[in-house]
Structures are given as structure tokens and as C-alpha cells.
């Protein structure tokens, strides 16, 4: 759209929103600042009640396309004003067609791999009626016990904020009026990936330099290309909760940044305050909840039953009440909701069906993948292979294969490693055993919440053993065997800290039982987080780290072990060899002791914490040559920059990627800063080199 289209579009936008805040009542003003929960466990009133008398701005927790336009229609036809609602759900790494999670995005070192991704989802999330995602999860997280890693980046700013920026993009698109697009939501704001012990929900210390310079990072990118909401976190930051923290909400996200849109809280995050010990009661936390810039209430009623009566006793201005309220109204206006409110229910079916959904799930996931370990070239596989064994508690999971965080409603349909592989080899023996289950010690409370995490009866003793012994005789009977370990959805995500990372029950004793067997065997991770795998780092050949890779995961390890694409991706997070060694990270300041100084003391006398898989480690099936490193400058003032320049070579005989990365190094400054910091990343595919072929060495910078 053209500047002065553009411009034009605003004015009429602001005129609108003036005439509308000058006809709304004071209590149509506020129903605009509450979100209403449309699934049975949110509080209040039913939605309908709500929204028919203007006491609602949003609908979550819903995801029924008839039930959208009906509770629409209300609004439109029924409430004082006739403003549309907003539609909002938590589609995260997909709506029907689902995409690698986040973590695995980032693992692409790709930012086309998620901005393709979340372009599909919006799609397909619009179609069914949805206008806003509350994704992507921008929380930086050095922390691997943290299961909310999952969701984001991993631990690098410079990384998080290439992918923060591109997932944005994917949503948005460059116009919100955009019918296949929704809008997505920066959270969760700031710094809940600090959580004390990647303990989710505890409180977070963290400096100003940290924050500027390693958290807030990613936020501010998704600023800069236009993200139109905010999602404050749930817990203390600095002990004031992030919910009702001014220096976060009004002089970082506003006065700073210029951020003109609007922030939701977390679920019934404002009425927590009075919990965390923040406000006295529900009026002191709208209070604190409106003072601080917070502009929407999801689902604590907290804004509705009190800011009405705090405006009558002068405790808060209309005025204040109407910046609230204005850049909801906005991005309604902007989304053309006033005009085109309705979905058209056989939508849905029609885009969920169009078979690039499923093609670009599978691209993502091939990108996704990282090869840790690939001793003798052994990988990628042959497909002549006649009996192949494929044992392990989530080779043939949907749910582990889709992983954290599906939408509500959204029926697990994933192609597992055990049908990829069967697919990939229509010729061969391919035998299946799981093994003994594996759970969590504690239940999730989201189980029974969504579709296919009811929990199910524990397996007693007997039946694990039972399990174990037919996987290891399955085993006995192949010639070779692909274990496929890791962890189920529920163990990484919301509410799913762990303070180990070692793979969860027996898996790892069986993976020791089938190698004893001395057959080949190679392993393929499903799993949230970085996992201490060490017994297998050394005893197993080939690993490859899948991540939960979605809807086509299954097709696309697949693709990878049977060498239909080559393996690219590289580490985003560090893995570290226990869970006590967490908080583990590359950009680690030099400190007085560094590693490679006589000074060097080392940090735990009872084991080095040396990662056992570092940040931005990722093998290929071919090799690749750096050479001719040129810089632009030798010297640059503050503010200028110089431009980095190498060739990179493919030696090999296999056409794949490489990652070219950039890393800075400070020799001295008023902050120590860490030994290294990634400020650049190119993933490219050199042209290939075979040294017999060719005799011109065809080469990309
Ligand atoms: C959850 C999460 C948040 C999510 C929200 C709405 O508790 O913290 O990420 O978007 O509630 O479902």
C-alpha cells in the first residue's frame, strides 16, 4: 500500500475511533479493556451476557468458527456500540497444519522457515475465524529446565530477534487488513525465561544490563516491524509483577520504543497481583493494572468490576481510560473488522486442505533438524535396508511428534517417525515396539485439557518390564535398529520445568540393552529442550535432533536419515551435561578467570561444566571450507559498521547448507561484555565441489 494510501487510511482510522470514544459509555469503554474466556474453566459470566452489553473486547479460549459469528453477531447486533470483537487463541507453531515448534524454527538458523510457517498458520487460523495469535514467544532462556523453552528462540538475542522479527512477518504480513492474516503478540513481556532454576512462574532478578542487552533484544525487533500487541509476563521481574510494571509497560514499551499498540495481560494475570503480594484487593490491582498501561484483562474480570468505580471516585480519568481503550479500537478499525466482521464458515475446509500447508510443514522440519553425531558417515542410511526396527515411547506418538502447545480442539494428525520411515521404505521389514511408557512424575495440568493428553493409566511394573523385553526381542530380529527417544508434549512447555534433562524413564536403559546387542543403531531425538544425552553422545554413532517437528515430522526425519535432504540446521541453545550445570550459555563474560588463561579455576571441582553440545553446533553430510576472511575497515567509530566477508567452499560430494556465523569479541570496555557475541548469521548453500568434477571452484561468499 502506497505512503500516502497508507496515511489516509490513518486519518480515517483516527476519525473513526474519536467519533466511536465520544459516543461510548464509560462501562463500553472498560468492556473493551476485558477479554472474555470462551472455554469452560475461565470465570464470569457466560460470554453471551458480557458481550451483550458491551462488556467485552475479545474472545479467547474458543476455537468453534460457528460459535465465532454467532457470539460476532451479538456484539455487532446487540451491544450499545456494535464493536466488533476480536478473536484470539494461542496458535503458536500451527493451526490444523502444524510446524515445527519455535525452539526447532530457530534451529534453522532460517528466518524463511518461520516467517513461511506462521504465514501458513495465520491462514489457516484466520479461515477458521480466529483474528489474533498470541505468539511469538519472544523470552530469551538459558535455562534448559525451563519447559517453556520450547516456545522461543533459545538463548541468543541476535538470533531470537532475526526470528522474532520474521515470525511477526509470518503473522502479520505487511497490512493487518490482510483477510488471511491475524495479529500477532510480542510476549511474554520481559524476562520470564530467567525464572529462578527454569522454575516456571518464580521470580526473576535481572540487571538493566541484562535486560538491554540480552532480553529485551527480541522484543524491540518485533516492534520495529510493526508487532500490533503485547502479552505482559506472569511473574515478579525485580519484584514487581510484569503485569503491573511501569518501567517495563510505560517507559520501555512506550516512552522509549513508541510502541502504539496495545498489551494484553496473562490469564487472570491482573487479579494475580493481589497473590503476589502486589495490591490489597481486585480495586487496588485494576488500579495498578491501568496506571501501568496494561490496556486489556484476560479473563479476571478484574478491569470490569472495578475501573468504572475508580473513575467515579477520581482514583483514575476517563481520559486514561480512553488511551486505554484507543489502539484496541484501532486495530480493529485497521483489521476492517467494522466492515467485514463475519468469517465465512466453508472457508476452513478449502485452505486447511491446500496440499503446500503440509509441503511447507515438511521444509520447516527438514530445516529444523540438527545432526549432532555422525561418526563414519554412516548417516544417511540406505534404503535397501531389508528389517528395520523402530523402537522407542515416542517413534509412533502424534502428540510428541507435534509437540507442545497445539490449539484447543486441534486433534493430533501427525505423521510419526515410524510411518515416515515405513513410508520412506515400502520395501522393507519395518518392526515397531515403544517400549517401556514414559511420564511425568508429576501430572500436567493441562491434561485432560486438550485432545489426546487425557492421562492414562499408569503401566504397572510388570507391563513396563513386559514393554522393555519385547522391544529388546524386536531388536533381536532386525539388522538394524532407530531408536527414537525423548519427550512426550506435556514434558516441555507451560507448567513442565524439570530439574533433570536426562531422557525420562527407562529410555536410556534401554538404548544401553539394544546397543549391547551389537547391531547398528542410531538414535533420533523428539524433544523439547536440550537433553544431557551423554551416555549416547559416546556410544551412539549417529544422532539426530528432530525436535518436535510437526504435522510432517515423521516424513521429514525420514527424508533426513534416508538422505532425501541433508541435515543443516544448528544449534540455538546450548546442551548441557546435567540439569545442575543450568543456567549454561556460550556468551559467558571472560571474566579474571577464563578457560584458556593459567588463571584458569575451574568452576565445579566435582565435573567441568563444559557443554556437552555448544550453541550454534550443527553437523552436515558434507563438508564445508572457510577461506578468504575479509573485513571492510580495520577501524570503525561508534555507530558506523563494517562489513564481514568470507568464502565458503562445499568440499564434499553432497549438496547442503552451511551457517556462516558472526561473532564479535570486546577487549575492553566500561561493561565487560561476554568472550563472544553472535552479531551475524547467513545460512547459504555453496555450490558444490567435487575436487575430481571440476576443475573451477564455484564458490559463494
Ligand atoms: C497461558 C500462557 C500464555 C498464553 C495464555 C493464553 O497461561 O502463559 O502464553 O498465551 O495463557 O492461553
Not at 531470537?160 to 493487518?176: K, N, Y
Request: glycine share 8%; proline share 6%; aromatic share 8%.
Amino acid at each position: 500500500m502506497s505512503k500516502q494510501k497508507k496515511s489516509e487510511n490513518e486519518g480515517q482510522v483516527e476519525a473513526r475511533v474519536d467519533a466511536l470514544l465520544k459516543k461510548m459509555s464509560l462501562e463500553e469503554k472498560v468492556g473493551q479493556l476485558n477479554q472474555v474466556g470462551g472455554a469452560a474453566f475461565s470465570p464470569g459470566p457466560a460470554a453471551e451476557d458480557q458481550i451483550r452489553k458491551g462488556g467485552a473486547g475479545s474472545v479467547l479460549w474458543l476455537n468453534d468458527t460457528k460459535k465465532f459469528n454467532e457470539l460476532q453477531k451479538i456484539a455487532i447486533e446487540e451491544s450499545p456500540s456494535g464493536i466488533p470483537l476480536l478473536f484470539a487463541l494461542d496458535v503458536i507453531h500451527g493451526y490444523h497444519t502444524i510446524f515445527p515448534v519455535p525452539l526447532a524454527m530457530a534451529a534453522s538458523w532460517d528466518p524463511k522457515v518461520p516467517e513461511k510457517s506462521q504465514s501458513v498458520a495465520a491462514k489457516e487460523a484466520r479461515a477458521a475465524g480466529l483474528h489474533w495469535t498470541f505468539g511469538p514467544m519472544l523470552d530469551i532462556c538459558r535455562d534448559a529446565r525451563w519447559g517453556r523453552i520450547v516456545e522461543g528462540a533459545g538463548e541468543d538475542p541476535y538470533l531470537a530477534s532475526a526470528m522474532a522479527a520474521a515470525q511477526v512477518r509470518g503473522f502479520q504480513g505487511d497490512d493487518v487488513s490482510d483477510s488471511e492474516r491475524v495479529l500477532a503478540c510480542a510476549k511474554h513481556f520481559a524476562g520470564y525465561g530467567y525464572s529462578d532454576g527454569g522454575r516456571d512462574y518464580d521470580p526473576v532478578y535481572l540487571s538493566e544490563s541484562q535486560l538491554r542487552n540480552t532480553v529485551l533484544p527480541p522484543f524491540k525487533a518485533a516492534v520495529d516491524v510493526g508487532v500490533e500487541t503485547f502479552m505482559s509476563a506472569y511473574m515478579d521481574l525485580n519484584d514487581v509483577p510484569a503485569t503491573g510494571n511501569r518501567f517495563l509497560l510505560r517507559k520501555v514499551l512506550r516512552d522509549e520504543w513508541g510502541f502504539d499498540g496495545f498489551v494484553v495481560s496473562d490469564a487472570f494475570a491482573v487479579a494475580n497481583m493481589v497473590i503476589q503480594g502486589h495490591a490489597k484487593d481486585r480495586r487496588e490491582a485494576a488500579l495498578r493494572g491501568l496506571k501501568s498501561g496494561m490496556n486489556m484483562d484476560m479473563s479476571s474480570y478484574t478491569y470490569t468490576d472495578n475501573a468504572a468505580q475508580l473513575v467515579e471516585e477520581g482514583s483514575l480519568t476517563e481520559a486514561e481510560i480512553d488511551e486505554l481503550v484507543r489502539p484496541i479500537l484501532t486495530v480493529k478499525a485497521k483489521m476492517g473488522l467494522f466492515e467485514k466482521p463475519y468469517v465465512d464458515e466453508t472457508l476452513l475446509d478449502k485452505v486447511i486442505a491446500l496440499p503446500e500447508h503440509r509441503a511447507t510443514s515438511r521444509w520447516s522440519a527438514q530445516r529444523s533438524m540438527v545432526l549432532l553425531r555422525n561418526e563414519g558417515g554412516l548417516l544417511p542410511l540406505s534404503k535397501d535396508v531389508k528389517k528395520v526396527a523402530v523402537l522407542g515411547p515416542v517413534a509412533d506418538s502424534m502428540q510428541a511428534t507435534e509437540g507442545s502447545w497445539m490449539v484447543f480442539g486441534h486433534t493430533p494428525a501427525a505423521v510419526t517417525v515410524l510411518q515416515g520411515i515405513r513410508a520412506k521404505l515400502p520395501n522393507a521389514e519395518v518392526t515397531y515396539a515403544s517400549g517401556p511408557e514414559i511420564r511425568r512424575d508429576i501430572p500436567s495440568w493441562f491434561e485432560n485439557l486438550m485432545a489426546g493428553q487425557e492421562r492414562k493409566p499408569e503401566q504397572t511394573p510388570a507391563e513396563s518390564e513386559a514393554a522393555f523385553q519385547s522391544a529388546l526381542e524386536t531388536a533381536k530380529a532386525a539388522d538394524q535398529i532407530i531408536m527414537v527417544l525423548g519427550e512426550t508434549d506435556i514434558m516441555a512447555g507451560e507448567a513442565a520445568s524439570r530439574a533433570s534433562l536426562d531422557l525420562p524413564g527407562r529410555q536410556e536403559e534401554l538404548l544401553k540393552a539394544v546397543v549391547a546387542l551389537g547391531k547398528p543403531v542410531f538414535l533420533v531425538l523428539l524433544n523439547g529442550r536440550p537433553l544431557s544425552i551423554n551416555w549416547a553422545a559416546e556410544n551412539i554413532p549417529a544422532i539426530l535432533e528432530a525436535w518436535e517437528p510437526g504435522t510432517e515430522g515423521g516424513n521429514a526425519v525420514a527424508d533426513i536419515l534416508f538422505g532425501d535432504a541433508n541435515p543443516g540446521g544448528k544449534l540455538p541453545v546450548t546442551f548441557p551435561r546435567k540439569g545442575s550445570h543450568a543456567p549454561l550459555y556460550y556468551a559467558r563474560n571472560t571474566t579474571h578467570s577464563p578457560e584458556d588463561s593459567p588463571m584458569y579455576n575451574p568452576r565445579y571441582w566435582d565435573g567441568l561444566p563444559v557443554p556437552l553440545y555448544p550453541f550454534g553446533f550443527g553437523l552436515s553430510y558434507t563438508t564445508f571450507e572457510f577461506s578468504n576472511l575479509k573485513i571492510s575497515s580495520e577501524k570503525i567509530k561508534l555507530g558506523e559498521s563494517l562489513t564481514v566477508a568470507v568464502e565458503v567452499t562445499n568440499t564434499g560430494k553432497l549438496a547442503g547448507d552451511e551457517v556462516a556465523q558472526l561473532y564479535i569479541h570486546q577487549k575492553h570496555g566500561t561493561d565487560t561484555r561476554p568472550m563472544r557475541e553472535l552479531k551475524g548469521f547467513e545460512r547459504i548453500t555453496p555450490a558444490t565441489w567435487r575436487k575430481e568434477d571440476c576443475d573451477l571452484q564455484t564458490r559463494q561468499r
